[in-house]
């Protein structure tokens, strides 16, 4: 789950216009009515920032002084200086770096991304432009695979650099671990927590990205022990409470589960909302009625493979490869794909599973959740037929 919420679905949901939109026929004019040619609507105009007041630089440079400004939190005087030294120096990697710091403090991102991305073209072992642009995508701009990558890439780099100041690095392993948990990459981002806890042991960020991690790769033992000692945090206690609730419900644990879930719910309402929990007749229902709007093709593939609605992921299952899978996936496709052959040992040798608890927890509305099926069922047959995750989620099917 990433710290920006748990419904970041608009990629997922997006993806399956492929499959269900159509594209209107252009209109034609009357019979004995001319053409006439609209004109095109006016681009909309951009809002124009306020002018920036003058630098009050109190007789230091101004890239001393906006560095004072970040801080000490004054962001628009802080950027005011900036501008100025990134006007003065125009080569300075250092004040273009600052700007961008400024401007993401204040909400304007794409702005910020340029900014950064002037400094790293200068220099792109720029400390603090590595440390900005990383944060920038991996933590402030609405979770994307794209977003994540970019924001691991410039943390790892950060990580990377032999002369980095030491006092950094844990501030670039942080930000490696939230993005590679938000990448599906647990065990890297459970080392780069490590490297945080070895020096800062009270870091309560790298503490619930370690049980992040720990919940991910499948060592519930550790992760339920880890989440226990994160619920009074004032900013992690409601995803504590939340994946405390995941972990007791794989236990059969089923009124402690919701105990938990119940304060995520309090502490965390827009996070956490009610669940369009369907009975297990509704699910396969809803499960039915997908497999019957999938293209001809695709139900001629699944001949002979059935699709089961389950409740949870299997341990055995989830274990069955390295690394292990997330226990929160909402499908899964079992056994070759078309083309190779069975060993012999399972009749069916391939089935998909769509996931009943998990599928609900991942949306906000049962329309949701008829999508999120009908895509999670496209993302199975997509593995039937042997494409990987990668070239799913290039597809729009993560």
Same mark, same amino acid.
């Given at each position: 789950?990433?710290?920006?919420?748990?419904?970041?679905?608009?990629?997922?949901?997006?993806?399956?216009?492929?499959?269900?939109?159509?594209?209107?026929?252009?209109?034609?004019?009357?019979?004995?009515?001319?053409?006439?040619?609209?004109?095109?609507?006016?681009?909309?105009?951009?809002?124009?920032?306020?002018?920036?007041?003058?630098?009050?630089?109190?007789?230091?440079?101004?890239?001393?002084?906006?560095? +004072?400004?970040?801080?000490?939190? $004054?962001?628009?005087?802080?950027?005011?200086?900036?501008?100025? &030294?990134? #006007?003065?120096?125009?080569?300075? &990697?250092?004040?273009?770096?600052?700007?961008?710091? #400024?401007? /993401?403090?204040?909400? *304007?991102?794409?702005?910020?991304?340029?900014?950064?991305? *002037?400094?790293?073209?200068?220099?792109? @072992?720029? =400390?603090?432009?590595?440390?900005?642009?990383?944060?920038?995508?991996?933590?402030?701009?609405?979770?994307?695979?794209?977003?994540?990558?970019? @924001?691991?890439?410039?943390?790892?780099?950060?990580?990377?650099?032999?002369?980095? /100041?030491?006092?950094?690095?844990?501030?670039?392993?942080?930000? &490696?671990?939230?993005?590679?948990?938000?990448?599906?990459?647990?065990?890297?981002?459970?080392?780069?927590?490590?490297?945080?806890?070895?020096?800062?042991?009270?870091?309560?960020?790298?503490?619930?990205?370690?049980?992040? /991690?720990?919940?991910?790769?499948?060592?519930?033992?550790? /992760?339920?022990?880890?989440?226990?000692?994160? !619920?009074?945090?004032?900013?992690?206690?409601?995803?504590?409470?939340?994946?405390? @609730?995941?972990?007791?419900?794989?236990?059969?644990?089923? $009124?402690? #589960?919701?105990?938990?879930?119940? $304060?995520?719910?309090?502490?965390?309402?827009?996070?956490?909302?009610? =669940?369009?929990?369907?009975?297990?007749?509704?699910?396969?229902?809803?499960? #039915?009625?997908?497999?019957?709007?999938?293209?001809?093709?695709?139900?001629?593939?699944?001949?002979?493979?059935?699709?089961?609605?389950?409740?949870?992921?299997?341990?055995? +299952?989830?274990?069955?490869?390295?690394?292990?899978?997330?226990?929160?996936?909402?499908?899964?496709?079992?056994?070759?794909?078309?083309?190779?052959?069975? +060993?012999?040992?399972?009749?069916?040798?391939?089935?998909?599973?769509?996931?009943?608890?998990?599928?609900?927890?991942?949306? *906000?509305?049962?329309?949701?959740?008829?999508?999120?099926?009908? !895509?999670?069922?496209?993302?199975?047959?997509?593995?039937? *037929?042997?494409?990987?995750?990668?070239?799913?989620?290039?597809?729009?099917?993560?």
């Amino acid at each position: 789950m990433s710290r920006r919420g748990p419904f970041a679905l608009c990629f997922l949901l997006l993806g399956a216009c492929q499959w269900t939109c159509s594209t209107s026929a252009p209109a034609v004019p009357d019979a004995g009515t001319p053409a006439v040619a609209s004109a095109p609507a006016p681009a909309p105009v951009a809002p124009v920032p306020e002018p920036l007041p003058p630098c009050r630089a109190r007789g230091t440079s101004p890239l001393s002084a906006a560095l +004072d400004y970040l801080d000490s939190g $004054k962001y628009p005087e802080a950027l005011s200086c900036a501008a100025q &030294a990134s #006007a003065l120096e125009p080569d300075s &990697a250092a004040a273009h770096s600052a700007r961008g710091e #400024a401007l /993401a403090a204040l909400q *304007r991102t794409a702005e910020a991304q340029l900014a950064y991305a *002037r400094a790293l073209a200068l220099d792109p @072992g720029q =400390p603090d432009a590595l440390l900005g642009a990383a944060h920038l995508f991996a933590v402030q701009l609405p979770s994307s695979r794209e977003h994540d990558e970019l @924001g691991a890439l410039y943390a790892e780099r950060g990580l990377s650099q032999a002369d980095m /100041a030491p006092e950094l690095l844990p501030r670039f392993a942080l930000v &490696a671990a939230m993005a590679l948990n938000d990448l599906g990459q647990a065990a890297e981002a459970l080392q780069r927590a490590q490297i945080v806890l070895a020096r800062e042991p009270d870091n309560h960020e790298a503490a619930y990205e370690k049980a992040l /991690a720990l919940f991910e790769l499948c060592r519930f033992a550790e /992760a339920r022990a880890a989440f226990a000692s994160l !619920v009074g945090d004032s900013q992690r206690g409601a995803h504590a409470h939340y994946h405390l @609730g995941l972990l007791l419900e794989r236990e059969g644990k089923w $009124k402690q #589960a919701q105990v938990h879930f119940d $304060k995520a719910r309090v502490l965390s309402p827009e996070d956490f909302p009610t =669940p369009p929990m369907p009975t297990e007749a509704e699910f396969r229902e809803e499960v #039915a009625r997908a497999v019957s709007a999938l293209p001809e093709d695709m139900r001629k593939d699944l001949t002979g493979v059935p699709v089961r609605a389950e409740e949870l992921p299997a341990e055995e +299952d989830l274990l069955s490869g390295e690394p292990p899978l997330s226990p929160a996936i909402l499908g899964l496709f079992r056994g070759p794909p078309l083309g190779e052959p069975c +060993d012999g040992s399972e009749t069916p040798c391939r089935s998909v599973a769509l996931y009943r608890l998990n599928l609900a927890r991942a949306v *906000r509305t049962r329309d949701e959740l008829r999508e999120q099926i009908k !895509v999670t069922l496209l993302h199975e047959v997509g593995h039937l *037929r042997g494409e990987d995750d990668l070239e799913l989620a290039a597809r729009g099917l993560e």
